[in-house]
Nanobody, 117 residues
Framework: QVQLVESGGGLVQAGGSLRLSCAAS????????MGWFRQAPGKEREFVAG????????SYADSVKGRFTISRDNAESTVYLQMNSLKPEDTAVYYC??????????WGQGTQVTVSS
């Protein structure tokens, strides 16, 4: 089992920045990929960014490329999402995701990000 706890959400004006954190605990040695997803009201949950836990290879949704950066601190079992140049359309609940060997997937409880225009 892997437990994920997100933090860092909040209210920010358009053009501002936030940094989300996702702290993993439990059997973190089984994790090979972590990512961030988001879900806006009335919309499907969508992929935002992901990173391999060992090699650090990152991927991003087109909508956030050049604005968001995902990184990891393996010593702290934590993944970060630095969000710059935020737009109102980035408003959503952001969820941390971990995929372990064997393909089980774990989710955090989510953190609200609200960007005002």
């Amino acid at each position: 089992q892997v437990q994920l706890v997100e933090s860092g959400g909040g209210l920010v004006q358009a053009g501002g920045s936030l940094r989300l954190s996702c702290a993993a605990s439990g059997r973190t040695f089984t994790v090979y990929h972590m990512g961030w997803f988001r879900q806006a009201p009335g919309k499907e949950r969508e992929f935002v960014a992901g990173i391999t836990y060992s090699g650090g290879s990152a991927s991003y949704a087109d909508s956030v490329k050049g604005r968001f950066t995902i990184s990891r601190d393996n010593a702290e079992s934590t993944v970060y999402l630095q969000m710059n140049s935020l737009k109102p359309e980035d408003t959503a609940v952001y969820y941390c995701n971990a995929v372990v060997y064997g393909s089980d997937t774990y989710w955090g409880q989510g953190t609200q990000v609200t960007v005002s225009s």
